[in-house]
Nanobody
Framework: QVQLTESGGGSVQAGGSLRLACAAS????????VGWFRQALGKEREGIAC???????RYGDSLKGRFTASIDNPQNTLYLQMNGLQPEDTAMYYC??????????????????WGQGTQVTVSS
């Protein structure tokens, strides 16, 4: 069972930045891929990025350019750097893992394990 724990959420004014982190158990010795998602109140869960074991990152089309996903393999930690935040970025942010190791698409139904989420609130 993969365990994922997000941190780094909070409140920020429009135009600000945040960096989220996700501790992923056993990532350095595993074969799974990992990803970031978000879900705003009343909306469907949206894919932000997926990272494969060989370091490739696939981004969701709507967020490319403002958000940067990365991973520190020795520390088993994913990061999501978010710049230029806007009120519409307010959401619960989740990290997730996919056991087949692929990142063909950043779709929530293709991921097997999920963290509890961390809230990001952007005020105007």
């Amino acid at each position: 069972q993969v365990q994922l724990t997000e941190s780094g959420g909070g409140s920020v004014q429009a135009g600000g930045s945040l960096r989220l982190a996700c501790a992923a158990s056993e990532y350095s010795t595993s074969t799974y891929s990992v990803g970031w998602f978000r879900q705003a109140l009343g909306k469907e869960r949206e894919g932000i990025a997926c990272l494969t074991r060989d370091g490739k990152v696939r981004y969701g089309d709507s967020l490319k350019g403002r958000f940067t996903a990365s991973i520190d393999n020795p520390q088993n930690t994913l990061y999501l750097q978010m710049n230029g935040l806007q009120p519409e970025d307010t959401a619960m942010y989740y990290c997730a893992a996919r056991k087949d190791g692929y990142c063909l698409h950043v779709l929530p139904e293709q991921f097997n394990w999920w963290g509890q989420g961390t809230q990001v609130t952007v005020s105007s």
